[in-house]
């Protein structure tokens, strides 16, 4: 829909033809079927499922390119080694389900996560962040194990743990009719996300079960903490880690700085895969979030520019790390 509002082209498959008729219906795509000129494809299954179905949308659009937004992508990266592919993920959604939960504003400030590699084609992955953008994402690179190890962090072992909470407040409500009714908005928030289909979380917990085994283990030992510091009356103890929880809280980040904030960094390059990666990579190491991107190919030769627009006051640091790695880059002002 968020497609199609851009004046895209929108074709769409679904095992199900009732939901594929569906979405033509409510106009979420132009039609139903495979699209051979398809210049991106979106593949959204169950995760265990993504890696057939990446490589049935880049035989079926054989020149096009190819992303997901399953949310554990080594096991996809490694399974499709091809240059068309980038991994995804958008950090988007909502305990609705299928087409009846879509919405065209989904994706607005949202992070949505891409996953390179060296193989990466660099046009490729250009061209699919800028699409991305044009939702009104905000972009983030990572390495495919790595992305994994921070999603167990910050949506995995949460919804389990949501999932969880969930199931004793319903296992006491069997004992106290009340409980459930004096639920407020502190516990719906936190287990908001327990309302989502099950169906998904089998597949992700098998593809993902070493990391959220680590999370888990940090989680059950953090608990133990607190169960102490309240069974012993640790008052100290408790306030310490309240206030730390409320300063990280508060601290996460929001929304994008003013034009005047930002610069642009032009980092010539050898014209080769790999090069977008490596500094798409670099800049999330360093904490340094790139509003936009593009690249300037050479008529001549082999080497091209790649051209960031960051903060102005990451940019010291973004250059340094990009000289430290044998880049050139400059810096100018947004005209």
């Not at 082209?9 to 009732?18: F, M, T």
């Not at 046009?123 to 983030?140: Q, T, Y």
Request: net charge negative; hydrophobic share 45%; glycine share 8%.
């Amino acid at each position: 829909m968020a497609l199609r509002a851009r004046g895209w082209h929108v074709s769409g498959v679904d095992l199900d033809e009732a939901t594929a008729a569906t979405a033509v219906d409510m106009g979420a795509v132009d039609r139903a079927g495979w699209d051979a000129d398809a210049e991106v494809t979106f593949v959204a299954t169950p995760v265990g499922h993504l890696a057939a179905a990446v490589t049935e949308a880049l035989a079926a659009a054989p020149a096009g390119l190819v992303t997901d937004v399953g949310s554990v992508k080594a096991p996809v990266v490694d399974a499709v080694a091809d240059p068309r592919y980038i991994g995804g993920h958008p950090m988007a959604g909502s305990e609705q389900e299928g087409v009846d939960g879509a919405d065209a504003e989904m994706f607005v400030n949202a992070t949505w996560v891409l996953t390179p590699t060296a193989a990466t084609n660099g046009d490729a992955l250009a061209r699919v962040r800028s699409v991305v953008a044009s939702l009104g994402a905000e972009i983030i690179t990572l390495p495919p194990d790595r992305h994994d190890s921070l999603v167990a962090i910050v949506s995995h072992v949460p919804h389990l743990t949501a999932a969880a909470l969930m199931g004793i407040a319903s296992e006491r409500s069997t004992e106290h009719a009340a409980v459930l009714r004096l639920a407020a908005g502190g516990f719906r928030d936190m287990t908001r996300v327990a309302a989502g289909h099950p169906g998904i979380w089998p597949d992700i917990c098998s593809e993902n079960a070493t990391a959220i085994d680590e999370v888990l283990s940090d989680l059950i030992a953090a608990l133990d903490a607190v169960r102490s510091e309240v069974v012993d009356g640790d008052r100290p103890g408790l306030l310490r880690r309240l206030e730390t929880a409320r300063t990280a809280r508060i601290s996460l980040p929001t929304g994008a700085p003013r034009p005047s904030e930002l610069v642009e960094v032009r980092v010539p390059v050898l014209d080769q895969q790999g090069e977008l990666a490596s500094i798409t990579l670099l800049a999330t190491d360093l904490d340094v979030n790139i509003y936009d991107l593009e690249i300037a190919h050479s008529a001549e030769g082999d080497r091209g520019v790649v051209l960031l627009i960051v903060e102005a006051t990451r940019s010291e640091r973004l250059c340094g790390g990009l000289m430290a790695k044998g880049y050139r880059p400059t810096t100018a002002p947004l005209a």
